[in-house]
Each structure stands twice: as C-alpha cells, then as structure tokens.
C-alpha cells in the first residue's frame, strides 16, 4: 500500500476553474435537476440544521436556505471559502476545513450534503466516517457523484473501441467516460454504495438523467425544437431516478449504521 499523502487542491480559483458556457441542453438540464434534487431530498421533513461539505460557490447552500434550513458551509478551498462568505454576507456559517475531519461535535447536524465533490477527496472513507460522526442518529446525508458505468458511459466507451478497432479517427484526448485528473477514484453505482461502510447505511439511491455528454445524442437535441428537446430529457431523467445503475449522475441517502462508532 503506497504510504504517499494524497493532494489536496487548496487553490481552487473562481474565475479560472469554472468551465466556459455556453453549454448544450443536456449540460443544462443536468446543471439545474441535480442541485433540485439533491434539496428536494435533503429538506424532507421538519428544517433542521444542515451542512453542506465542499459548498464551492454557495449555489446548493442557498437553495438549503431557501427551504428554511439553518446552513453551514465547509471548503477546503479558501479562495471558494471567502467567496461564499462574501455572498452570504454573515448569513450563513462558513468553514475553511477539510471533509476528512470535520470540525464539529459529534451529533451536530441533521442533514449533511455533500454534492458533486465526494470522488474529488483524497480519502473519501474517511469523509464518510465522519458524516456518522457529525450527523445525529436519526440525521440522513446526501451524496452526489458522477456515474462513471452510465448507460451513455458505455456507449461512448463502446463506440470509442469499435472506431479504434477498424481504424477510423478518434478524438485523443480525455473523454467524458475517463475519470479527469482531479478525481481520487471512478464513481460507479457499485463503489458508491460501498464507501458507507461499516459506518453508514445506505438508504436510497437514485439517478439523474440519460445519455448526458454522448455526442448523438447532444447533437439532436440541439436539432430540435426547444419545447421538445426539454420534455424528452424529462421523460429519460424520470427513467434514470429509477435506474441509477445506468444514470448519469447518483444521488444517495444515508443514515449512521449501528456500527458507526468502530474504528475511530
């Protein structure tokens, strides 16, 4: 086992890290439903105290606010960290921390978020051993992560292989089906609904969107007309919340198991 300390990007920078628009409807459509979803499932129930774990721009913890959360905000990047500071003018609690060690009591909130940035993290066990630290017993966390296996995953890895196979130009850089450099592992359905244990409990699991960044399918909807282009990718999202094994995207729900004490 390598003993080498894994990096963590401290230097996260607004203007220069936010890829350029203007982006095609599919990249719309999933910008928007994932932050939704991933509110609509963390404000189920009475408002509580809520945090959300690497918070970037403040966009997820403000809609937590909108709700009637009380929101906390945590980054490890301080230029991000001072950003959300900024905007929330005082509002709204924020921490310059990491997400493998939490700086807050045990059982201090009822909801934890954590959006888009588990698979960036250096040691995300540990993360998920602090959730069950720092969420009350009957507190829930919400995990989003890219899926890596998605149906469009697949194809495109597919396509890409046949293309090579009988010599015909293919793009060589790195494609959306290859993890970026930036990420510590490959999100899958099945690697996500590991990672909890023993110290959390997977309670549901569900996907966003199909077909997301698989060029045929980009294309089309760029063909066609806009009221159309935007009811087919609701029908194929209400698809994917069902089958998130082949969705593009993952949104999880956990809870602190009864074994959530071992290995501290």
């Known amino acids: 086992m390598s003993t080498t300390t894994p990096r963590v990007d401290l230097d996260w920078a607004v203007d220069e890290d936010m890829p350029p628009g203007p982006y095609p409807r599919d990249s719309q459509f999933v ?20 945090l959300d774990v690497a918070c970037g721009l403040g966009g997820q913890l403000s809609l937590l606010r909108e709700r009637g959360w009380e929101g906390w ?24 921390a990491t997400a493998e060690a939490l700086p807050f009591r045990d059982d201090s909130f009822d909801r934890i978020v954590c959006q888009g940035s588990l698979d960036h993290f250096p040691r995300p066990r540990r993360f998920m051993r602090e959730i069950a630290r720092v969420l009350k017993p009957d507190g829930r966390a919400i995990i989003g992560i890219s899926n890596f296996d998605s149906l469009s995953c697949l194809l495109g ?3 890409y292989g046949l293309s090579e196979r009988f010599g015909r130009p293919v793009y060589q850089g790195r494609n959306y089906w290859d993890i970026p450099a930036n990420h510590t592992f490959r999100g899958t359905y099945d690697v996500l609904r590991n990672l909890g244990q023993p110290h959390l409990k997977l309670v549901e699991c569900r996907g966003i969107s199909l077909f997301w960044l698989f060029r045929r399918w980009t294309q089309l909807l760029e063909a066609m007309p806009g009221p159309l282009a935007w009811s087919a990718l609701a029908v194929l999202d209400r698809v994917a919340y069902r089958l998130p094994r082949l969705a593009d995207l993952l949104v999880s729900v956990w809870q602190p198991s009864g074994s959530r004490n071992a290995g501290r």
């Not at 910008?31 to 499932?41: A, D, G, K, S």
């Open 31 to 50: 910008f928007r439903r994932v932050p939704e979803l991933v509110t609509e499932v963390a404000t189920r129930g009475a408002p509580g105290r809520v």
């Open 73 to 96: 905000g945590l980054d490890a990047s301080l230029p991000l960290a001072r950003h959300c500071r900024q905007r929330f003018d005082g509002e709204a609690p924020l921490v310059c």
């Open 157 to 159: 890895r597919g396509l």
